[in-house]
Structure formats: structure tokens, C-alpha cells
């Protein structure tokens, strides 16, 4: 790996603003960190986008969506272990040392299948839903970037409100 | 020779990936740089790497880095505990 130092450190200077915006924290071991953001800096001059150090990336985007950091699964790993998959976010025990760093199980299932298509309203709302951290938008087309997690816009999903779960007159 | 040394181990990672370094230094401070293989499956060619992949495959239904191979056991993701009980400290 030769990622320039300097890249590195800039990408982790900003990496670690937007996750304290967001209520995120990254893994306060810095070489850790840095050793991850220079892994994310690799498959990003590899495959083209931010590919999970931790697992083996296919190449394609569409495949790989799911593992694109933050991934789908940081924020169960968090609420379960402490830490996402590759300990490059860390909960709030981790950080304060409540709680041990451990390596954490992978729940990326083996079969993936595609995703399914968009639901039908049927009188329901039509909502945008971060697959990454579950934040919902009411706009035709969902954001470029999500105001939380910083998700692109390619990992926003189809969501319906039923009418049952709106207020009433 | 020990229980521990019988068979050279084996370790499957990733170059990116923080857990395979921790495990790379723990098999280096155990059995010396050159004391067993490492393979970093990302770095392999497209058709090594889907051979490897197909050969891990055999071990778990969802393989996952690092991956250590010695005396017949499979230890997958960094696992200090496991590594102590196969390698001894």
C-alpha cells in the first residue's frame, strides 16, 4: 500500500468532523484508525469508491454497495459489539472504556440477493430510507448526501409510511 | 518439537484490513517473521483469487479476514483466545 501520509491524515481530519456531527465516533487508537483510512484510500484508488478495508471487495459497485463505508451494517455492529466490523467507528462505551474493543462477527449474509424493487404507496407516504443509518426524507428525490451519515445518495432506499402509522385529522 | 510447531501455519488476510495486521503481528511474535504463510487474498490475481475464495469456502459458507490454518483448525477473524489455545503463548 502507498497512500500519500498527507491524504491520510486530511481524510481523517475530516472523516472524524463528520462523524462527531453525526453522533459518531471514530476509534480513538489513531495508528488504527489512520491504518484503516489508508486501507478505504487504497480501494479507492483500487476499485474506484470506499470499499470495507475488512472484507474482500468484488470490484463492483453495484455488488459492493452494501460494504461501502459506512456500511449497512456499522450501525447494528455498533449497538451489538461496539464497534463496526473493521473497529473503525466505536460506540460510546468503547470510547469512554466501558465496554472492550473485540473483533466483531460478520453479518454481511453469504447469499445476497438483489435488492427488492421499490414498494407500492397504496395511499401511503413515500419516503427515502438511508439503508446506512435509517434516516427518512419526505422529498421526490432522496439527498446527495445524508445529512447524518454522510451516505451517498445510491444507498437511500424506497420506504413506505402506511397510512396506518399517520397522524390523524 | 511442540504440539504448537508440528505444522507451518497458514494465514489468509487482507493488505487493508487492521484486524489481519494484528494477526500478522501475533503470528510474527509467536513464530518469527518468516514462521509461517501469509497469503493476502485482495493482492491475487482475479481467477487465484476466485480459486482462493472457493477453497475458504470449504471451511465456512461466509469467509471472513483473517483466516489461520494450523494442525487441522480453521480460527476465523482475530481471535487472541484461540490463537493462545492452537499456538500456545
Known sequence: MTVDP???????EQL??????????????????????EGLLTNEDRYGYWACPCRLASGNKDEDLDIICPCDYRDPDLYDWGACYCALYVSDEVLEGKRPLQSVPERRPAQRGKRAPAPEPAGGIRLWRCR??????????????CPVCKAKRERFEPF?????????? | MDKATRQ????????????????????????GEGGFDLIYVDLLP???????????????????????????????????????????A
Open chain 2, 8 to 31: 507451518r501455519p497458514l494465514m489468509y488476510g487482507l493488505s487493508t484490513c487492521g484486524w489481519c495486521r494484528k494477526a500478522r503481528t501475533w503470528l510474527e511474535e509467536r513464530f
Open chain 1, 16 to 37: 472524524k468532523a463528520d462523524a462527531e456531527a453525526g453522533g459518531y465516533h471514530l476509534n480513538p487508537d489513531e495508528a488504527w484508525t489512520l491504518g484503516l483510512i
Open chain 1, 160 to 169: 413506505v409510511l402506511p397510512p396506518s402509522a399517520m397522524p390523524g385529522p
Open chain 1, 6 to 12: 498527507e491524504r491520510v491524515r486530511k481524510t481523517y
Open chain 2, 46 to 88: 482475479g481467477d487465484e483469487k476466485a480459486r482462493v475464495m472457493e477453497e475458504l469456502r470449504k471451511h465456512t459458507p461466509n469467509p471472513a479476514f483473517p483466516m489461520v490454518f494450523a494442525d487441522g483448525e480453521c480460527i476465523i477473524g482475530y481471535r487472541e483466545d484461540e490463537y493462545r489455545r492452537v499456538f500456545g
Open chain 1, 132 to 145: 446506512v443509518c435509517g434516516y427518512l426524507c419526505a422529498r421526490e428525490h432522496p439527498p446527495g448526501v
